[in-house]
């Protein structure tokens, strides 16, 4: 099993704040993850980073920033919430070899 | 680029044993992930399959031909709690991108009394 944290697991936020989702990893995987998944809807990567000061952006055009200043920690920014952001935000990490990705519990964002 | 297809839903009886099938194209390919996702959680990891045959674990088998590019997730003994999301997720050959996985639409199993 991963030890793979989010937090806020919910977040009702009003348009035009700015907010951070917090992702932490203690598996000391160098590869990290950021998903927008809506409601029986298909996964979606939005941001990747291969190691601490890397990262790109996913395969899904995303408002959000991302930030790798240590290895166990994946950050994600939205500068100015819209209610098109609402959705499910999950953040995964991956190991060595195979590069099995394990997920967080998700965050899930409400912009009203 | 690659494309994955499963089916979008599935409809099992407890007890029953269910194959849910995924076929997908790609211009590199190293390896197939099959994930669960139950209604507003996570994914959680259930099998990989790199080479060319059945993976078994407990209940669940995989199974892989890398020359159809075909991969099934069978599921046996069918519980009540089986009743969730199967995602079929592809890995390609190594390379620059090479961990980023595609998903599938994931088949929604429906397990009935």
């Known amino acids: 099993e991963a030890d793979i944290y989010q937090t806020p697991r919910y977040l009702v936020i009003g348009t035009g704040k700015k907010i951070t989702l917090e992702c932490s990893q203690t598996?000391?995987?160098?590869?990290m993850y950021w998903y927008q998944q809506d409601p029986g809807m298909e996964l979606h990567l939005i941001h990747y980073?291969?190691?601490?000061?890397?990262?790109e952006k996913g395969d899904l055009s995303s408002e959000s920033t991302v930030s790798r200043i240590r290895t166990e920690h994946f950050p994600l920014t939205l500068e100015s919430a819209r209610p098109s952001h609402t959705s499910q935000y999950l953040c995964?990490?991956?190991?060595?070899?195979?590069?099995?990705?394990?997920f967080g519990p998700g965050t899930r964002l409400l912009v009203l | 680029g690659q494309n994955i297809d499963q089916p979008t839903e599935m409809t099992a009886t407890e007890g029953a044993i269910v194959q849910i099938n995924c076929t997908y194209q790609?211009?590199?390919?190293?390896?197939l992930f099959w994930y669960q996702q139950h209604a507003g959680e996570a994914p959680t990891f259930l099998s990989y399959?790199?080479?060319?045959g059945l993976e078994e674990k407990g209940r669940f088998s995989s199974f892989l031909s890398r020359s159809k590019g075909y991969s099934y997730l069978l599921l046996k003994e069918l519980q009540m709690k089986d009743s969730a999301s199967y995602l079929c997720?592809?890995?390609?050959?190594?390379?620059?991108?090479?961990?980023?996985?595609?998903f599938g639409k994931g088949t929604k199993l429906s397990v009935i009394p």
């Open positions: 598996m000391g995987h160098d590869k």
């Open positions: 980073s291969y190691g601490v000061n890397s990262t």
């Open positions: 997720a592809v890995s390609p050959i190594s390379g620059a991108g090479s961990y980023q996985l595609t």
């Open positions: 995964a990490s991956s190991d060595g070899g195979r590069e099995t990705q394990y």
């Open positions: 399959n790199v080479l060319d």
């Open positions: 790609t211009s590199g390919f190293n390896g």
